[in-house]
């Protein structure tokens, strides 16, 4: 059920491979599923990558891979939401690069349970990963892109937020909107510096889905026939790449807007 993972190799002296070549980003929940593959897919792309995440196994692991392709990448094992988290991320990636010019929103703690059942320390931990500490890792990349010349802010969020049936989704959705929201008002306000804002709503594999897949077939089956494209997406090649797509100057006109990358399963309004 979790398909084949595409090989991963950047191809010298193609477009893709040096689209990013100079520019430093970081990528908060980097170490596993859609981070990972946003992480690949810059790299591959010629950017240097700062990996955030709770655990440096993981972080390294990916770290690997993109210097077994010839990237460059850093790990900072870190609770994002722990007091100074975000001052220390950002000074890693400067420590390490010289700056910030990617910042890709990917970690938090939100759950798909019921609105009855989301205990009230969970619901503010929810908000404190998500809008939080995104909106403070905004706030301080942005005069740091704004030195380089400008620079592109990804917030990851959720097509939960317009399912047909948002039951369990209550607390997910409205974290990720809120995200959106925060997106929007950073394309018109940071406009000036030359920094470009986007919402990402991934559908890819990863280990909580690939598990849900295997022990739920018959539910996995139901789901992916919801899908027009027929399968769960890839995070590299699916996710990944395109991303680094929207962060290149080839997408300088494309700011404020919400991309489903979801095989055309999702209903944006």
């Not at 655990?55 to 870190?78: D, N, Q, S």
Request: net charge negative; aromatic share 6%; with cysteine.
């Amino acid at each position: 059920m979790t398909g084949t993972r595409p090989e991963i190799a950047a191809t010298p002296g193609t477009d893709r491979a040096s689209r990013l070549a100079g520019k430093t980003a970081i990528v908060t929940g980097g170490g596993q599923g859609v981070g990972r593959g946003i992480s690949l897919g810059l790299a591959e792309s010629g950017a240097s990558v700062l990996l955030v995440g709770r655990t440096v196994e993981k972080l390294e692991k990916v770290a690997e891979e993109i210097r077994a392709i010839g990237g460059a990448a850093e790990c900072l094992p870190v609770n994002i939401t722990a007091e100074g988290a975000p001052e220390a991320i950002v000074d890693a990636a400067v420590t390490h690069f010289g700056g910030v010019d990617i910042l890709v929103n990917n970690a938090n703690m939100a759950r798909p349970l019921p609105l009855s059942d989301y205990p009230d320390d969970g619901f503010r931990k929810a908000f404190e990963s998500g809008p939080r500490v995104s909106l403070t890792l905004m706030k301080l990349t942005r005069p740091l892109m704004a030195q380089r010349g400008g620079g592109v802010i990804i917030n990851l969020v959720t097509s939960a937020a317009v399912r047909w049936d948002p039951s369990n989704y209550g607390i997910y959705g409205a974290v990720k909107e809120s995200m959106r929201a925060l997106t929007r008002a950073a394309t018109y306000e940071w406009a000036g510096d030359g920094i470009r804002a986007l919402n990402v709503a991934p559908h890819a594999h990863s280990p909580g889905l690939d598990w849900w897949m295997e022990n739920n077939p018959e539910e996995a089956a139901e789901f992916l026939s919801a899908i027009p494209a027929g399968r769960v997406g890839d995070p590299v090649t699916d996710i990944g790449r395109p991303v680094a797509w929207l962060c290149s100057a080839e997408a300088s006109y494309l700011s404020g807007a919400t991309i489903p990358l979801d095989g055309g399963q999702s209903r944006w309004g």
